[in-house]
Structures are given as structure tokens and as C-alpha cells.
């Protein structure tokens, strides 16, 4: 199987992205699953930073390291570089689509949490606007979302 390279977008690239790929990278490493993640945000707010301190407070908290990722902004060649690009949310969804200037991605850009909650629509929450209880619930529900994402890779289900 070709390594497969999956995008987390969110919006400023500090909290629930880098999360998401720092959950993925690990949990994959754990089970042997050689994939590429990477994370990037639709806005540009962050560009060059690290992620919010919160963030990697969670994620070491749980024995994993992110403080050495960069936020950058997402950019249209993305489309062409990723497999499959999650957003966190709606209202990122739909920028990707704003910024790709296409809808024909509908197959590779994908709701993050339909994974686990298909057609439900379900948002990862931004933590920025609250207090550290709100990483450790997202990073609850984006630990288990990628376990559903490896199971689905795993026994080849992901791209059918």
C-alpha cells in the first residue's frame, strides 16, 4: 500500500490541528502504520508559530510531543499533495473549498468527525475561546476519531 498523506486543517493551525496530527502520527506509529500527516490552518493568524501552549500541554500530558510543529496556512496545491483532508470544522470546510476555488474535492475533503459520526455533521470544538478543560475534551474526541480513522485504514474501508 502507498503511504497515505493526510491533511488537519483548522483555523489558525495552534490548537485542534496540531492536535489532530499529533494524535495521528502517534497513534499510527503505535499499531505500525506508516502514513505522512501533516496540519495546517485557513487563515494565515499564526504562520511560523508553534502550537498554543495548552495544546502541547495536553498532548505531553498524554505522551506526546508537539511543540516543535508550525502553524502555516493552508494553500491550494494542498489539494493536489494530500489523500485526504480533514477539516475540524463546517465553517472550515467550506474555506478549503474557497480557497481551492473547487468543489470537485467533495471525495478528498471530509468533515473530520463524519469518520466516527457519519452525516451527522458534528463539529471539533474550538478550545481557544475557553479554559483547559475544553483541550482535554477535544483532545478526547480527536484521539478517538483517529482511532476510527486507523481501523478504517487498516482494513482498507477509508476510501470506500
Given at each position: ?47 511560523g ?25 493552508f ?79 487498516k ?6
Amino acid at each position: 500500500m502507498e503511504k497515505i498523506r493526510i491533511l488537519m486543517v483548522c483555523l489558525g493551525n495552534i490548537c485542534r490541528s496540531p492536535l489532530a496530527q499529533g494524535i495521528m502520527e502517534h497513534k499510527a506509529k503505535l499499531v505500525g502504520l506508516d502514513i505522512f500527516v501533516d496540519s495546517a490552518g485557513t487563515a494565515n493568524y499564526h504562520s511560523g508559530e508553534h502550537p498554543h501552549t495548552s495544546s502541547i500541554r495536553v498532548a505531553r500530558e498524554n505522551g506526546i510531543d508537539i511543540s516543535g510543529q508550525q502553524a502555516r496556512q493552508f494553500l491550494p496545491g494542498d489539494l493536489n499533495k494530500f489523500d485526504l483532508i480533514y477539516a475540524m470544522d463546517s465553517d472550515n470546510f467550506e474555506n478549503i473549498h474557497r480557497i481551492t476555488g473547487t468543489n470537485q474535492s467533495v471525495q478528498k475533503v471530509r468533515l473530520f468527525l463524519d469518520e466516527s459520526y457519519p452525516g451527522e455533521g458534528m463539529n471539533v470544538p474550538d478550545p481557544w475561546y475557553g479554559n483547559y478543560d475544553g483541550y482535554l475534551k477535544v483532545f478526547d474526541l480527536i484521539a478517538a476519531n483517529c482511532d476510527t480513522i486507523i481501523t478504517k485504514i487498516k482494513d482498507k474501508s477509508l476510501f470506500a
